[in-house]
Every structure is written in C-alpha cells, then in structure tokens.
C-alpha cells in the first residue's frame, strides 16, 4: 500500500466517529487489521492536515495530559501481573514436577470438580491488536517497557495505556545518553516506597533519601497519610527542646507498634544528631540505635524509649514490617548536594557511613532535567 493510499484511507476512517472505527476494525481478519495499523501509522505521519502527535481531539475523549513514562511502566507492572486461573495452573504445574502423570490428572481433577478453585473466567485477550483504539496508532506515543514477569517487552500508549506487543510504528524512545541521564536522578517517587523495603531488606542497611525540595515535600506528605508509614518530623529539631524531642519519640514508638516505615523527615536542615541529640541524655528519647540497622530490635533499647502505658501486655512490641528511612533535600538548584552540605553528614548522623544512599526525583524534576541536557546539547552545536 503506498503512501498515497494510506493517507487516504487516514483521512477517511479520521472523518468516521471513534465507535464506529473500533467497531469496524475488531471485525477485520488479523491480516487485515495489521495492513490497516501500517496505513493508519504512515498516513498519521504524512498527511497533510493530521497535526503533530500530541495533537489531540478533545472529542476523542483522550486525557488531557499524556501519562508519565514511570505512571505507565507501574502501571504494565500492575496489569501483566498472572490472573488467577494462570497462577492455580502454574501452581498445579509447578507441583506435577516431581509427580506422575495420573497423580497430576487426578489431582487437577479433585480441584476442578470437588474443591472449585478452578474455571475463575478469566481470561486474556484473543489478538493485541483486539480493544486498541486505533487512533492511538497515529497520536500519542508508545513506550516500551518489561512485563511483570520480566521475560518479555510490551508496548503501552501514553494517553489510553493501551498494552501491544507488536511495536507500533510510533513508538518514542529515549536515546541512550537521555537514559543515562535519567539514571543518574535516581528512583522515581512513585516507586519510592519499594525500593527503600529493597533496600532495608536485601541490603540490610538504613537508606538515607536525596531529593529536591519539592520531591521531599511531596514524599513527607505521603508519609502523614499512608498507612504503612509513619512519619518523624526531625526539621523540629533544629532547635532541642523537651516538646520536639517527645514528639520524635512517640512518632518512633508509634511505628514500631504498628510495624510501618518510619520515616525521619530532615528536608533542608540537618539536625545535630550526633553531637547534641543521640547523646546519654537523651538516650530514653532518641537512641543512637535509631540509626543503626535493625539496631531497635534490642530489647534493652526498647525498654527506655517506651514509657507504661504504650506497653502491651506489658511488651515493647517490635511489629514486622518496621523499617528505617531518612530524607534530605538537596540544597542546589542541580539536583544534588552542594559539597559543604555532603562534607557534613558524617557529622550529623550516627552510623552515616553504614547507610545507603538513594536518590529520587518527580516528573519535575525529570522534565527540568531533560530540559537543560538538551539546551546543552544544542547550545554545542551552534
């Protein structure tokens, strides 16, 4: 089919209502529909009046606003996730390995038959190309991300989030420098919360978070109202007195009672830890313990910082899922530590260098980012 030709048949199914183009295309045979995907893909990009690809149609019903690559990587993460029929027949699977053959039959049939914990009714899509709206071949981009099982790319659209397999024609990529990059800012916000227990867990170690001001902000308030954190408000410390000090300690006792990652808050002031407020004066407050790994766990520390009445059954509990992140703020407009500010953290915190550091970023701080390495990389050239 020649450009000509795809451009004209653009035009025309472009003139159709969206219902009445998905209608008609779900009907085509799969040879059919991926001749038409090609003609819609080139007849996007060389028609005359088609517009650039983030030229949307507010009738279309689009959002307004594309989703971030980040939004739409957790977002394949979430939706390629096995349904339940594929985890029971990966589970039967998994179990027949070391089984006879009739042991599997008759086992799959007893689950099937008595127990019912088969035959859920769900069920994948036939073809990719099945509940894609069209349009998106022509509009928008796609991005290219790992399956939650990780064996296998998909590509997802950034306005309808719309999954394929088969690379679309217009499909964005970063190049390997803007990837690069990116890499260097650090973990996303959103995927903020996994990657400390990651690190917790499987490094064994505490991580101290950077971040500009305004992804530490954003992070502080998430932690006041998700369940699963607990947030301890250190900026109160700049100035010791006995009201920050009990604050700080009941936030501590509070987390560790409800098994939640406590999360002590610094942004942009780095309070005297070391020297003024993890001292033996205030042992039964703020404990040097609190900035080792796991170093909570010790009964002897709990027994000073809970006071009677938090005790239960006379226990100072330690629930499972109790974890340990501190967060700074970057102090330059670079999205990094000035050297000062970096030079003096050993200083401020117990066990600094035991900890791990991690940096994050949000969609600002990413588009800003991007921003200045290609202005930079323009500048050069002219």
């Known amino acids: 089919m020649g450009s000509g030709a795809s451009a004209e048949v653009?035009?025309?199914?472009?003139?159709?209502?969206?219902?009445?183009?998905?209608?008609?295309?779900?009907?085509?045979?799969?040879?059919?529909?991926?001749?038409?995907?090609?003609?819609?893909?080139v007849g996007g990009a060389t028609g005359s009046d088609a517009g650039g690809p983030d030229d949307i149609p507010k009738e279309w019903g689009w959002p307004a606003e594309p989703f971030e690559p980040e939004d739409l990587r957790l977002y394949v993460l979430e939706a390629t996730k096995p349904t339940v029929q594929e985890q029971w027949d990966e589970a039967l699977e998994a179990r027949a390995i070391d089984s006879k053959k009739e042991d599997f039959i008759a086992e799959k049939a007893f689950a099937n038959l008595l127990l019912n914990k088969e035959g859920t009714g769900e069920e994948r899509t036939g073809g990719v190309y099945d509940g894609i709206d069209p349009r998106a071949y022509t509009k928008g981009k796609w991005y290219r991300f790992l399956n939650h099982k990780g064996d296998c790319n998909v590509y997802i659209h950034n306005y309808t989030r719309h999954i394929t397999a088969t690379r679309p024609a217009n499909f964005a990529e970063l190049t390997e420098e803007e990837k690069k990059f990116l890499r260097t800012l650090g973990v996303y916000l959103k995927e903020l919360p996994a990657e400390i227990e990651k690190v917790y867990q499987n490094e064994k170690a505490i991580p101290i978070i950077f971040g500009s001001p305004g992804t530490c902000e954003a992070f502080k308030v998430f932690c006041q109202y998700d369940?699963?954190?607990?947030?301890?408000?250190?900026?109160?410390?700049?100035?010791?007195?006995?009201?920050?000090?009990?604050?700080?300690r009941k936030a501590m006792v509070n987390a560790m009672k409800l098994g939640t990652t406590l999360c002590v808050y610094c942004g942009d002031i780095l309070p005297e830890f070391l020297e003024k407020i993890c001292i033996s004066k205030y042992r039964d407050t703020l404990p040097l313990s609190l900035f080792m790994y796991d170093g909570l766990s010790n009964d002897m520390v709990r027994e000073r910082v809970y006071r009677d009445e938090e005790k239960e059954g006379g226990q100072c509990v330690l629930r499972p899922g109790f974890q340990v992140c501190i967060m700074v703020s970057y102090d330059t407009l670079e999205l990094q530590l000035s050297s000062y500010k970096k030079a003096d953290l050993p200083s401020k915190f117990p066990e600094f260098e035991r900890m791990k550091e991690v940096r994050c970023y949000n969609d600002d701080d990413k588009k800003k980012a991007l921003e200045a390495l290609r202005a930079g990389k323009k500048d050069k050239t002219e």
């Not at 209502?17 to 001749?35: M, N, Q, R, W």
């Not at 700049?238 to 000090?245: E, H």
Request: hydrophobic share 40%.
């Open 227 to 248: 369940k699963n954190c607990t947030l301890l408000d250190a900026t109160k410390l700049k100035r010791v007195n006995a009201g920050a000090l009990e604050d700080c």
């Open 10 to 41: 653009h035009e025309t199914l472009s003139a159709a209502s969206g219902d009445h183009l998905v209608a008609f295309i779900s009907e085509l045979p799969a040879d059919s529909k991926e001749k038409l995907k090609t003609a819609l893909a």
